[in-house]
């Protein structure tokens, strides 16, 4: 019986000093069940990055997130959503394996880390804030928005894990798109996923079952995932189809394709191409933010450096003592609290009761929030966001109310790159 090739077998692109602490790390998730904050990983695998920036994958691609605004006719707009929407899964889940040789785990944000930034290009200033609103369980919430398209995201997400021959990750939370002239909402839910790979030390992600795109305009957008399997598919592969509410025999519209690779968009009636897109072809815009020593101690980047500094060095002594120090700072911190019997301000985000919008958008496809596995429910709330602007502009002190890393108050005020 001929040999397995190298690449197939187990560990084969683990490095040599790191084959003892993946083989542990293998054997520990075999019976994990819980939030991937809690998993140990082997230093190779470990990202610099923390969970909070990934919301800038969402608008990598400006003028496509803000190209909806621009189309009058809503079957045709519901498609540019659609296309935005599958444009952005390329960063979100297949990037960091390219970028880094393998999917990372990311650094667990710690409550009330921000990440804040912008992009500027020939769609304008895009803007962008992400905030850690809940450590237990860890939810990270978000909005981004471009003023001169009226376009506004805003959404929440947590992650819960589990292990069945490789680990299976199921994402909680949605997010909403806004488009002002048309004051027409869109709800996204988000995908599930496991990691591929996993044995042979290269992770990377391979999303599954179906999400919606439900919008106010009365057009549903329903996307299946797959992947390649034993003996036919393609990686990374999906299909979607664009039909009016409760009619998908009825479909106006059809995409497939890989979506790390290129997909096109078909007429569902006549089979003719609408549009091909090209994920490796299409550049990223990128994100500005403000260099470290104008960031408010509680900003991501900030924050970890120390940290990640120590990982990219490969110091694994140094980045588990610099993470202890924050992590203490942050139970003295939830302990002050308790005994003061309040909570943690959270500075641009506010737990609500219900979402009007969301509920009445998800009662069309069967979707409901899950507020007691993400904290609650999260909402971007304008008034606290002006309150911070207002705050900058009588040039507060940064960090006049936050000495280091967890150690701030709801008084500091942000870079001000949002």
Known sequence: MPSTSSSTEEGAAVPPQSKGSWSSFLKSIASFN?????????????????????????????????????????????????????????????????????????????????????????????????????????VTAYCIWNEQHGVQLQGYNAQKASFSR?????????????????????????????????????????????????????YTSRIDYSGKGWVSGKKNSFSAVLYPDGREKDALYTVEGQWPEQFVMRDARTKREVEAYNARATKTTPLTVAPLEQQDPLESRRAWRGVAAAIEKGDMDKTGAEKSTIE?????????????????????????????VFEALAAKIGERTEPEKTGGVWKWDPRKYQAVKNQQQQSVPLGSSAGAAGAGGAGATGSGMA
């Open 166 to 218: 490789t680990i299976h990750v199921k994402q909680i939370g949605h997010a909403l798109l806004h488009i002002d002239r048309f004051d027409e909402d869109y709800l996204i839910t988000l995908p599930s996923l496991h990691i591929e790979g996993l044995i042979y030390g290269s992770p990377f992600v391979e999303l599954n079952k179906s999400t919606y795109i439900q919008s106010s305009s009365g």
């Open 328 to 356: 203490i700072r942050q139970r003295e911190l939830r302990k002050k609290e308790q005994a003061e019997n309040r909570e943690w301000d959270r500075r641009y985000f506010s737990r609500v009761n219900k979402d009007p």
């Open 34 to 138: 819980g939030d991937l904050s809690s998993l140990t990983a082997p230093p190779f695998i470990l990202s610099s990055t923390s969970l909070t920036e990934y919301s800038s994958y969402w608008a990598e691609h400006p003028s496509i997130f803000v190209a909806p605004a621009k189309e009058t006719d809503p079957a045709k707009r519901a498609l540019l959503v659609l296309k935005w929407f599958l444009s952005t899964l390329k960063q979100q889940y297949s990037s960091r394996n390219e970028k880094l040789g393998s999917e990372k785990k990311p650094l667990n944000p710690f409550l009330g880390e921000m990440f804040l930034g912008k992009w500027e290009d020939a769609a304008g200033t895009t803007h962008l804030v992400s905030e850690q609103v809940s450590h237990h369980p860890p």
